[in-house]
């Protein structure tokens, strides 16, 4: 599964151009405030959002809901789970990748402190066209107008689209090949150095290639 997605990914990319985005959560890099940014976006089949939890950030979560009770989980729907980020480090991110163009996702930070989703912290996915009674605009007024914010249990998978792993600040560990780079710029500071010690004997190619070669049985 870990080792199917980015290969599809990958020859998705070079085929048919998806458009990968991104959306930022909580914190725009030069600002923070309750949410999304963009709030709205379109995206193709097969094409990933990478939720970038900025930090500092305080503690927001994407959870899908419907587009007539936009602070409750939808059933069977996705939930990044609270992602706090505390100043000074990296920013988590979450990859959901879109199966199904054909419909809205809408979604929402359930973060009852402050009443996120009924501050208006919520977004969707190939939303309808203003002016429709399922637009935007209409979603927003229904989060702001909610009562209470009815809390979701993360799952990686919901409808129309999906994620792999839980938000993080590094790449997951790979279990395959075809990530190396990912896995050696990321978690693995002690394969790191023992690639840069074999590279220091003589023989060093044939060392490094071991060493290559161990880093991806991790
Ligand atoms: C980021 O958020 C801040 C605070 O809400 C806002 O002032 C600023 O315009 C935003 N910047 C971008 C690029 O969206
Ligand atoms: C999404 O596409 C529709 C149809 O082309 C367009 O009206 C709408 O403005 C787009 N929304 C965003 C957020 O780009
Ligand atoms: C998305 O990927 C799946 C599996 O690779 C493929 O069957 C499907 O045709 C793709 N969808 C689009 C719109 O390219
Ligand atoms: C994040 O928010 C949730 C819900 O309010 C809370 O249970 C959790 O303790 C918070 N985590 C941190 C690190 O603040
Ligand atoms: C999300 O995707 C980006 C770009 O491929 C990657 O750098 C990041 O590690 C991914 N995040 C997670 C949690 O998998
Ligand atoms: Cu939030």
């Known amino acids: 599964m870990r080792f199917a ?10 085929v048919a151009l998806a458009q990968d985005q991104t959306i930022h959560v909580g914190n725009n890099g030069t600002g923070s405030g309750l ?9 193709t089949a097969n094409s990933t959002i990478t939720f970038v939890f900025d930090t500092p950030s305080t503690n927001h979560t994407v959870a ?12 069977n729907g ?16 979450w990859n959901l990748t879109v199966t199904d163009a054909s419909k809205p996702i809408w979604f929402y930070c359930a973060q ?11 977004g969707g996915i190939n939303v309808p066209a203003p002016p ?9 007024a229904l989060a702001t107008g909610a009562s209470s914010i009815v809390q979701p ?21 790979s279990s395959g090949s075809g990530s190396s780079s990912g896995t050696s710029s990321g978690s693995s500071p002690s394969s790191t150095g023992n690639a840069a010690a074999a590279v220091g ?14 880093v991806a049985l991790l």
């Open 5 to 14: 997605a980015p290969i599809s990914a990958l020859a998705f990319g070079v």
């Open 35 to 43: 949410f999304f940014s963009p709030q709205f976006v379109n995206a």
């Open 64 to 75: 899908q809901s419907s587009f007539a009770k936009p602070c409750e989980p939808l059933a």
């Open 78 to 93: 996705f939930d990044s789970g609270y992602t706090p980020g505390a100043a000074g480090v990296a920013a988590p991110t």
């Open 112 to 122: 009852p402190t402050k009443t996120h989703c009924i501050a208006g912290m919520v």
């Open 132 to 140: 429709a009674t399922n637009d935007g605009s209409a979603f927003i």
């Open 153 to 173: 249990v993360p799952a990686l998978s919901g409808i129309g689209a999906f994620a792999s792993a839980a938000p993080s600040a590094t790449a997951p560990a």
């Open 201 to 214: 004997v003589s023989g060093g190619f044939v060392a490094a290639l071991a060493a290559v070669f161990g």
